[in-house]
């Protein structure tokens, strides 16, 4: 199964919260996590485990940091989320509503679903809110021209 698929919503958030506020290359602390969550310390500790399980984030004195595969899998998020939201724009949805329709598709689709959706779609270089959507990285596999 791939990484993406193994994550829960919240350990999808957690990790993202973790890539955006790190304080002065230390880290992000727990209470943060907990609070940039809106959840308590407990619950959120609960999130960071399987993270580090998975070698997305290291800990250390309480701080959590975002690995090179953290990173890689947070781009290959973005890629599923913005893929899905612009097959169901093509569908006919709103804007808005491709965000949340993409929100319940993007971590359990699969890469090579996603790069067969990115195909039928032409390629799309953006989502329908103007995100960039990164190439396809499927060497050979009819990537971006
Ligand atoms: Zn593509
Ligand atoms: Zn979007």
């Known amino acids: 199964m791939e990484t993406l698929q193994r994550l829960t919503r919240r350990q999808l958030e957690a990790l993202q919260v973790i890539a955006t506020r790190p304080v002065e290359g230390r880290g992000v602390s727990l209470n943060a996590i907990a609070s940039a969550l809106g959840v308590r310390a407990p ?11 998975l070698g997305l984030i290291v800990r250390s004195r309480g701080k959590s940091v975002v690995t090179r595969r953290g990173r890689v899998c947070l ?6 989320h913005r893929v899905a939201e612009s097959l169901f724009a093509r569908a006919g ?4 509503a491709t965000h949340s329709a993409a929100l319940e598709v993007d971590l359990a689709l699969s890469h090579r679903t996603v790069q067969e959706i990115c195909e039928a779609e032409g390629h799309p270089t ?5 995100q960039p959507i990164s190439p396809c ?3 050979g596999v009819g990537g971006h021209r």
């Open 75 to 80: 781009d290959e998020y973005l890629r599923h």
């Open 43 to 53: 619950s959120a500790l609960a999130h960071l485990g399987p993270l580090e399980e």
């Open 126 to 130: 953006v989502c329908p809110h103007g």
């Open 93 to 96: 949805l709103t804007a808005d």
């Open 137 to 139: 990285s499927t060497a």
